[in-house]
T-cell receptor, first 114, second 112 residues
């Protein structure tokens, strides 16, 4: 199916473990984004990517790593999970960085770090 | 730096009544403004956007938004609310060459 998908949808892990959240889009959009959603903060940008092999930090990148070897995939890795990384994570994509281009969001991954 | 404020955490309205969800913004250049809606356990869905031109923008599901440059506002409106409109609404702004900045969200409850 066309669109943007995330996996897993729910994840429980323990402090110190490595966790990878997957994001896949079928539109061949150039730009992809990772956000976290926390009460009182709305959505905050973690990392974004303008194209394959091009990534850049957003507002809250510490503790996260991304890669983009293929246009359609943009995995987010928590190298050593902490409780403060308990959140809902959203992946998004857009056609370009043109200011008139809206972003399309995946369904989200709810991550709990114990 | 660009920023977005949504002054109300929660808006309650009776079904059939008009609704307004408020948004104010701050950008250094021309504002490009967006509204998104989030239903429970779902990702954000695009509703509408203002880029340039007419200050009244029409979007999905009967929603519209009014851009007011002097008041730096972009309020979301609907003439007649439905119970199914109950959701979390996010205003977002982007400045040229910048990424999106989202507001904290406003929870809309439409009461039957």
């Amino acid at each position: 199916d066309a669109g943007i998908t995330q996996s897993p949808r729910y994840k429980i892990t323990e402090t110190g473990r490595q966790v990878t959240l997957m994001c896949h889009q079928t539109w061949s959009h150039s730009y992809m984004f990772w956000y976290r959603q926390d009460l009182g903060h709305g959505l905050r940008l973690i990392y974004y990517s303008a194209a394959a092999d091009i990534t850049d930090k957003g507002e809250v990148p510490d503790g996260y790593v991304v890669s983009r070897s293929k246009t359609e995939n943009f995995p987010l890795t928590l190298e050593s999970a902490t409780r403060s990384q308990t959140s809902v994570y959203f992946c998004a994509s857009s056609e370009s960085t043109g200011v008139f281009n809206e972003q399309f969001f995946g369904p989200g991954t709810r991550l709990t770090v114990l | 730096a660009q920023s977005v404020a949504q002054p109300e955490d929660q808006v309650n309205v009776a079904e059939g009544n008009p609704l307004t969800v408020k948004c104010t913004y701050s950008v250094s250049g021309n504002p490009y403004l967006f509204w998104y809606v989030q239903y429970p356990n779902r990702g954000l869905q695009f509703l509408l956007k203002y880029i340039t031109g007419d200050n009244l923008v029409k979007g999905s599901y009967g929603f519209e938004a009014e851009f007011n440059k002097s008041q730096t506002s972009f309020h979301l409106k609907k003439p007649s609310a439905l119970v199914s409109d109950s959701a979390l609404y996010f205003c977002a702004v982007r400045d040229y060459g910048q990424n999106f900045v989202f507001g904290p969200g406003t929870r809309l409850s439409v009461l039957p």
